[in-house]
């Protein structure tokens, strides 16, 4: 029987003796001489062993292969003794300083696991200093994968460069940011304004006594300045003549008319491409908001982006809500009424507002018991927001008055009054009408439609639905209205209705939603309308599933589920920019 002793030290403990007669200049028998000079004592059979580049040098029928000095005249001193040390110990302290001196001196030793290495700590430490001079480097040298990573980097944190970074960017890499539909900004006038700023940093050293001192190499600045001002897209810098003279003048333009010129004459020309970069460019999402959840009343906000089928968390309102009414406008969303209890009947008297601009919600402080209502008709139409019916808490009763709020000045009016008092009706607008729909008081159940004439401001009475509903949900789409689900009473539908303003005539689909649902909230997206939430039986139980349906085809799809189950939520469809969506989080 055979045993084996194996001494997990004795490696180790070789080449550190080995190591330690390197730098002794024990049984050393070639020298290397850096490109500063510097002599560094090492072993030919070591270095033969250890390094592909001098097994060749010292093994093949080179020139080198006989002297005693050999001269490195590329590799600083700096570097060549950190790599030595690594080939005879197998270990080398990469730091953010050294890495890129490293990266060359592994790559012309032909040490391929440390240049990895030194390639990975490279993108690691990447930040706002070295990026420019990094992305320089990865460009030249490094394979695709690493300068599409560093270049990513880059087009994310360019906004963010100080004044010398800016200043040393190299005009190539400006004019690749620029070119670049990925460039990571806010705004187009954000390019506009890194435009500027770089050719102040690199070409005008400084001002004295109203005179301009240029850099030597600024005699083909107004060149310079003709070929790039075209990769700025001016068709989405929406500011008048004046308004972009005001922005150029924080720029202290005035001392550089030939610039100021130039912009404002992009401006009028619109020139520049057509598309918006993908950071500003606009996707539509539908924003899912409040609603009663399985232990309580939601604040929570999610977003739903139909072209990804994916959720997200965006952020939340400042009070939880449910039963309430949700109204878009160009740059803000406003929630109108509702309760804030579960089971109380705690009214939420005041109006929050969605700035998308901000990414925030805010209290709209209006006086006036209107807003105190559960279960009532809320639309938005030419800038005002009209409540119709619902449970008035100020009289516990179901009411048929409708008032319009200006949000902008927080003024009230009564409008004409409903022919029939109603609660959970639907409530939707066209171009030039209103439209209630179906509902519920104290005595039935409705299937009776109303519409509103704003020339004439009166209600007119149409064609009633084939069922009753109340908590239902409703789309406008191609000149008819889509009425989905509800409860008549007895059942929870999932039948949807379809109406013809032309022939004043509703006809129930033969396409139903695969789930029956009553609380619930839609969306119009596209060519599709987006069913999401709700309760499926009269007392329950609540769902998350979605689905969409197809108005083209009529056909019906199931797409991804809400992380929680809800009912008596709302939502509406807003056209955000990626910048934004991006700051949301993933359920």
């Known amino acids: 029987m055979e045993y084996c002793f194996k001494n997990e030290t004795y490696s180790n403990e070789f080449f550190a003796q080995l190591n330690t007669l390197r730098k002794s200049g024990v049984f050393c028998d070639v020298i290397l001489v850096s490109s500063d000079g510097i002599e560094f004592p090492v072993h030919r059979a070591v270095l033969t ?6 097994n060749a040098l010292f093994t093949i029928n080179m020139l080198e292969k006989q002297q005693t000095r050999v001269h490195l005249k590329t590799v600083p001193s700096s570097a060549l003794s950190e790599v030595l040390d690594y080939i005879y110990s197998g270990s080398l302290r990469v730091t953010k300083e050294s890495v890129a001196e490293f990266i060359f001196t592994s790559s012309m030793f032909l040490l391929l696991d440390l240049t990895e290495y030194c390639w990975d700590v490279f993108v690691k430490t990447l930040d706002l200093k070295n990026c420019i001079s990094r992305k320089i480097l990865a460009d030249s040298i490094s394979s695709a994968s690493i300068a599409n990573t560093v270049t990513h980097f880059v087009l994310k944190n360019f906004v963010n460069l100080d ?35 770089w050719i102040l940093a690199r070409y005008f050293i400084s001002e004295q006594d109203d005179t301009v001192i240029l850099h030597e190499d600024a005699t083909n600045i107004s060149n310079l300045g003709e070929e790039l001002l075209p990769l700025v897209r001016f068709k989405f810098i929406p500011l008048t003549r004046e308004e972009l003279t005001a922005f150029l003048e924080s720029f202290a333009l005035s001392k550089h008319p030939w610039l100021r010129n130039a912009v404002l004459e992009r401006l009028e020309t619109n020139s520049g491409s057509s598309e918006a970069r993908l950071s500003y460019r606009e996707v539509d999402v539908i924003l899912v908001v409040g609603g009663q959840g399985e232990s309580s009343v939601l604040n929570q906000v999610c977003a739903y982006v139909p072209s990804s089928d994916q959720w997200l968390q965006a952020v939340p309102m ?22 804030m209890e ?5 009214p939420v008297s005041f109006i929050e507002r969605y700035d998308t601009r901000k990414d925030v919600w805010e209290e709209i402080h209006v006086t006036s018991r209107e807003l105190e209502r559960d279960n009532a008709g809320v639309v938005g139409s030419h800038d005002q927001i009209v409540i119709s019916g619902g449970f ?55 299937a009776s439609v109303e519409r509103y004439d704003k020339d004439t401001e009166t209600w007119k009475v149409l064609a009633p639905l084939n069922n009753s509903r109340t908590h239902a949900c409703a789309v406008w789409y191609k000149n008819n209205l889509y009425v989905f689900g509800g409860y008549d009473g007895e059942n929870v539908l999932n039948s949807v209705e379809v109406y013809d303003p032309n022939t004043d005539r509703w006809q129930l689909l033969p396409s139903s939603m695969t789930t029956a649902r009553m609380k619930f909230t839609v969306s119009l997206c596209g060519d599709e309308a987006f069913v999401i939430g709700g309760m499926t039986g009269s007392r329950g139980p609540m769902t998350c599933e979605v689905e969409k349906f197809n108005l083209l085809n009529s056909t019906w799809s199931n797409v991804s589920s809400m992380d929680e189950k809800k009912m008596e939520l709302n939502c509406a469809k807003l056209s955000l920019p990626n910048n934004l969506i991006a700051s949301f989080v993933r359920e």
């Open 49 to 54: 062993a250890g390094c592909m580049y001098f």
């Open 163 to 197: 004044f010398q970074s800016l200043a040393e960017c190299p005009v190539t890499i400006l004019r690749e940011m620029l070119s670049c539909d990925e460039f990571v900004v806010c705004s187009e006038l954000e390019v506009l304004g890194i435009l500027v700023k």
């Open 318 to 339: 400042q009070h939880p809500r449910r039963s309430f009414g949700l109204v878009s406008t160009d740059n803000a969303l406003y929630a109108v009424g509702g309760t």
């Open 342 to 346: 579960k089971s109380a009947d705690t």
């Open 392 to 446: 008035a808490f100020t009289s516990c009763s179901v009411t048929s008055s409708v008032a319009e709020l200006n949000p902008a000045n927080g003024e009230w009016r009564e409008l004409a009054s409903l022919h029939t008092a109603r609660e959970g009706h639907v409530a939707i607008v066209d171009d030039v009408s209103i439209y209630v729909i179906g509902g519920k008081n104290q005595s039935r159940y409705l």
